[in-house]
């Protein structure tokens, strides 16, 4: 079955602009989950949604938003962008299972990689 | 969640096994311990995962102490394939969502 989707792979933005990425996990799969990847930072959980409901949420100001569709597929937005928001934006789809069993692995994307100019 | 120590880097030679350790000692009973995979320019994949006894499968097997205060990821002939950042994990086993603390991981890099 097809993989985690997202889009766009790259793109370039300037400074106090908005942006947003989008996110269609796997077919079957309602929980996804987004991450945010620097050099400095590694990787750092941003948020989970989960049946259209936020989840989980991480440790990063209000200017990092998302939301899930009914059909599972997810966008995050940032808005007021800062150079420091330039990253590799990292989703997961996961649907929950039985502990010991798959214990809801995770599926990555292959990410969208934004820069902040 | 707990959080796990790792090396920094490693190196392996191709077709030679690699044992990649890390420690948790403040895991918790209820803690799962997951090993994840990046490879470069790829989102991470899912590698293995246990509680106390060891596991293993077509990629990997997964060695627990019996304390479980440190695990080793065992790759038992590493390929160029398996140059990645791996990374050890704890989850509590209530934890089935899509939250996952990251530490910094290991970069094992293999030689011809």
């Known amino acids: 079955k097809a993989g985690v989707t997202q889009t766009p792979r790259y793109l370039i933005k300037t400074r106090g602009q908005q942006v947003t990425l989008s996110c269609s996990p796997i077919?079957?799969?309602?929980?996804v989950s987004w991450y945010q990847q620097t050099p400095g930072q590694g990787l750092q959980f941003l948020f989970e949604?989960?049946?259209?409901?936020?989840?989980n949420k991480g440790n990063f100001p209000g200017r990092f938003s998302g939301r899930q569709f009914s059909n599972s597929r997810s966008e995050m937005n940032v808005s007021t962008l800062e150079l420091g928001d330039s990253a590799l934006y990292l989703c997961?789809?996961?649907?929950?299972?039985?502990?010991?069993?798959?214990?809801?692995?995770?599926?990555f994307g292959e990410g969208s990689r934004l820069t902040v100019l | 969640d707990a959080k796990t120590t790792q090396p920094n880097s490693m190196e392996s030679n191709e077709e030679e096994p690699v044992h990649l350790p890390c420690n948790h000692s403040t895991i918790s009973g209820t803690d799962y311990i997951h090993w994840y995979r990046q490879l470069p320019s790829q989102g991470p994949e899912y590698v293995i995962h246990?509680?106390?006894s060891n596991v293993n499968n077509r990629m990997a097997s997964l060695a627990i102490a019996e304390d479980r205060k440190s695990s080793t990821l065992i790759l038992h002939r590493a390929t160029l394939r398996d140059a990645a950042v791996y990374y050890c994990?704890?989850?509590?086993?209530?934890?089935?969502?899509?939250?996952?603390?990251f530490g910094q991981g290991t970069e094992l890099s293999v030689k011809p």
């Open positions: 949604y989960f049946s259209e409901t936020q989840r």
């Open positions: 994990i704890l989850r509590d086993v209530s934890n089935q969502g899509g939250k996952l603390i």
């Open positions: 077919s079957g799969h309602r929980s």
């Open positions: 246990g509680l106390t």
């Open positions: 997961a789809s996961s649907q929950p299972g039985l502990a010991g069993f798959n214990a809801g692995e995770l599926f």
